[in-house]
């Protein structure tokens, strides 16, 4: 059962993906959810601090 199991999971049949990383696209993708992820964590880490700050203070 493992032996199939790891027969699928090196199946590379994703022809959007493909497509996508010869046209250079993909790094748009990646570019852009980089930019998000790192937006929310730049966000979170500011409201955290003032978060701190409020409860410093009172």
Do not use: H, P
Request: aromatic letters at 8%; glycine letters at 6%; hydrophobic letters at 50%.
């Amino acid at each position: 059962m493992f032996t199939t199991l790891q027969i699928f999971a090196q199946d590379n049949g994703v022809e959007m993906a493909d497509q996508m990383r010869s046209n250079g696209k993909i790094y748009v993708v990646v570019g852009c959810i980089v930019v998000i992820l790192v937006g929310l964590l730049v966000y979170l880490f500011s409201l955290d601090k003032r978060l701190k700050k409020l409860e410093k203070d009172n």
